[in-house]
């Protein structure tokens, strides 16, 4: 007979496992009647449709009867309804309803994005390898490629997608700016204060010679090929090539990455390129685990704690896991909460709660791990053909150049 391990059920239904315990006690006292399995002298829970019924049954008046001394009713603050928009409130609350997590681009948002930005140079001033330095080193050390693969093209315009605080890209604007290449600059980012941030950088750079231009996009659903048309129109428009660049490996950040290629894919014209940043999965890379901008490790990161603040979540409600999912090969940080909370969202006609109980885990932080291999496998996927790649010289990050796969003529 199937049945489900204790473990299995309180992940099923978010309840604990001394719930599940005890629905196993008052059975084999004659209290529940739940079907039985008995394996290696353990009792489980038997997988049978009169057991899941009555299972569902037992979580939702575990729900209406908490023990208010652990059980919190929380109002976000004025300002998280200040920052986002009605559209995105609705997918934070979705994403903790079926996903029991918080999408990790609103954290970019206000005083997370003056985080990222200290994060960033941050990286940038430390001795140690890192992503942001590895990328920075492949597109140096890959100019003349780049050249090649820009051909005769007079005009580049180059796509920052997430652009962060423009760091990385700053070499390279510079190179096309002096040989009189570069035509356009387009920042996307789902955050208008990284924008911000980013056109700050971009002008005190380049005194006017780079002029900026700042989209705020969500990359995971809205394409940016509209950016582009007017160009793409021109006459002479063969003579025009698009640059997207996706750096520091923010694809791996997303819930869905192939979803995202292909809205990526989607925006892209048969000459465009896209380069992409990354650091390959091995072994040393999972045992590797730094997230904090400071030297000490804080209980948790403001750059991940900022919309938990605006949620009224209380640091008090929680503790903080991080690790690495062999499974899923996934890293993560994630909150365990302390006590059942209700989330009360409030709009101007309606109201939305979302119920979390004691010893949910909301996931605040991903990071998917692939090999170089399996990365150029899903871009080929969304017919994203690999034109270049290219190591750092300690062979710890991975630059690809990708075009879009063309199909021949019949």
């Known amino acids: 007979m199937k049945y489900f391990k204790n473990t299995e059920l309180a992940k099923l239904y978010n309840v604990s496992e001394k719930s599940v315990r005890n629905w196993i006690d008052a059975a084999e006292q004659g209290k529940l009647d739940l079907h039985l399995h008995q394996e290696n002298g353990k009792m489980y829970i038997a997988n049978i449709s009169s057991n899941n019924l009555l299972v569902e049954q037992l979580v939702q008046k575990g729900k209406k009867y908490k023990n ?64 942001l330095k590895g990328s920075i080193e492949l597109l140096n050390t890959n100019m003349n490629a780049l050249d090649l693969l820009i051909g005769t093209s007079k005009r580049v315009n180059i796509v920052d997608l997430g652009v962060g605080n423009a760091l990385p890209v700053k070499k390279l604007l510079a190179k096309l700016s002096e040989r009189g290449q570069l035509h356009r600059y387009i920042a996307v980012d789902i955050s208008s204060e990284m924008l911000a941030i980013a056109e700050e950088n971009i002008n005190k750079w380049f005194k006017g010679a780079v002029p900026f231009e700042g989209h705020v996009r969500d990359i995971t659903y809205e394409r940016f090929d509209d950016l582009l048309v007017e160009d793409m129109l021109q006459q002479d428009n063969e003579e025009t090539v698009n640059l997207v660049l996706f750096l520091g490996a923010t694809l791996m950040n997303f819930r869905s990455p ?153």
């Not at 559209?87 to 309803?97: H, N, P, R, T």
């Not at 048969?270 to 992409?276: E, R």
């Not at 990161?301 to 090969?329: C, H, Q, W």
């Open 68 to 131: 208010t001394r652990g059980y919190k009713v929380i109002s976000p603050t004025d300002k998280f309804y200040d920052l986002y928009s009605r559209k995105q409130i609705v997918d934070i609350i979705s994403s903790l309803e079926i996903h029991k997590e918080i999408p990790r681009q609103y954290n970019y948002f206000d005083g997370g994005a003056e985080y990222w930005d200290r994060f960033a140079w941050h990286m940038w001033e430390e001795d140690a390898p890192n992503l």
């Open 258 to 410: 192939y979803d995202v290629l292909k809205v990526i894919y989607g925006s892209m014209g048969q000459h465009d390129l896209l380069f992409y940043t990354d650091k390959p999965d091995t072994e040393a890379e999972r045992r590797y685990f730094d997230v904090n901008a400071e030297a000490e490790v804080a209980a948790l990161s403001p750059k991940y704690r900022f919309i938990l603040d605006l949620l009224n979540i209380d640091p008090s409600l929680y503790d903080v896991e991080m690790g690495f999912n062999a499974r899923t090969l996934e890293r993560y940080i994630r909150i365990k909460l302390k006590v059942a909370i209700t989330l009360k969202f409030s709009f101007e006609n309606a109201e939305r709660r979302v119920e979390l109980n004691k010893g949910d885990s909301i996931l605040m932080w991903r990071a998917w791990h692939q090999t170089t291999l399996g990365l150029i496998t899903e871009f080929d996927k969304v017919g994203l053909t690999l034109l270049l790649s290219s190591t750092t010289k300690d062979r710890q990050y991975l630059l690809t150049v990708s075009g879009v796969n063309i199909a021949p003529n019949s």
